[in-house]
């Protein structure tokens, strides 16, 4: 069974304009059973396999940011902000396990079959609004000669349709680690500028809209102290918007604009299995 870092592959999925609970029979799990997982802390984690979906120790705010995500990973977007919905959604915890006819792509499961199985198991029904918020906006220095990213040929691309029938060769499009420490250290490898917005600046507090106009794949290196540590006193590292600049080549500014949003408008704990 592959397992992979929740979020990591299949972190934005998403098929515009269809909700949930408009999903039809053809999208949906054969059979799914979850269940809450008192004893689990920490992040969740992925079991994929072909026709099987798993997720564990996940919050139902979770999945519904990933359902609601990138389908296509054309153009990887930072996961939707979920307003809404009753404090549960953040604090259980749920092992989710689903079976699906014919061996559907990622693409499927993540995106219509979830969708599904939320609407008919947790009765969700949202709606998208557009709203004015804090954004950052991400751009070249003026120099452009100064961008530090290696541009990648080599890559592969991955196809989510068939990653779990055909394991992706090693040289992927789009792989990436980050670890985590006192400073937090990003390696991507074949990854776009959008990919690396989504992947490596996801511990930013608002979206970040790429204006690079940078196309292609890179392989990026970042390195940077936390903003929660520097607001805590610890200001021998370099922060994010620094580390950008100087190891990138590129700027974060911060500015306002319109960002699409879901709304929760109904949602309930689980049905029975």
């Known amino acids: 069974m592959k397992r992979f870092a929740f979020l990591a592959i299949s972190a934005t999925l998403f098929l515009p304009g269809i909700h949930a609970q408009d999903a039809g029979p053809a999208v949906r799990f054969d059979v799914a059973t979850i269940r809450l997982n008192a004893g689990c802390t920490g992040g969740g984690s992925e079991e994929l396999s072909p026709g099987k979906f798993g997720l564990r120790c996940v919050s139902l705010r979770q999945v519904i940011r990933v359902a ?10 930072r996961e939707p902000d979920v307003f809404g919905g009753p404090g549960w959604i953040d604090t259980d915890r749920y092992d989710i396990e689903a079976s699906a006819p014919g061996n559907p792509g990622l693409d499927r499961m993540y995106g219509p079959m979830t969708k599904a199985l939320l609407a008919e198991r947790f009765q969700l029904k949202l709606h ?24 990648d040929v080599s890559c592969a691309p991955i196809d989510l349709k068939t990653v779990l029938q055909t394991p992706p060769p090693p040289n992927y499009c789009g792989r990436n680690t980050t670890t985590k420490g006192r400073t937090t250290v990003f390696d991507g490898h074949g990854v776009t500028i959008p990919e690396f917005i989504e992947r490596g600046l996801r511990s930013l507090d608002r979206p970040v809209i790429d204006m690079t106009r940078l196309s292609g794949r890179f392989d990026i290196h970042l390195e940077y102290v936390p903003t929660d540590a520097l607001d805590a006193g610890d200001n021998s590292g370099t922060s994010v918007f620094t ?5 990138l080549g590129l700027r974060l500014s911060a500015a306002t604009g319109p960002v699409e949003v879901h709304v929760i408008d109904h949602v309930e704990r689980p049905s029975p299995n």
Do not use: C, W
């Not at 580390?243 to 190891?247: F, K, P, R, T």
């Open 128 to 151: 998208d609004e557009v709203r004015k918020a804090p954004v950052f906006h991400l751009t070249v220095l003026k120099n452009a000669a100064s961008v530090k990213m290696i541009r």
């Open 243 to 247: 580390a950008v600049q100087e190891q």
């Open 68 to 77: 609601y995500g990138n389908v296509d990973r054309s153009s990887p977007t």
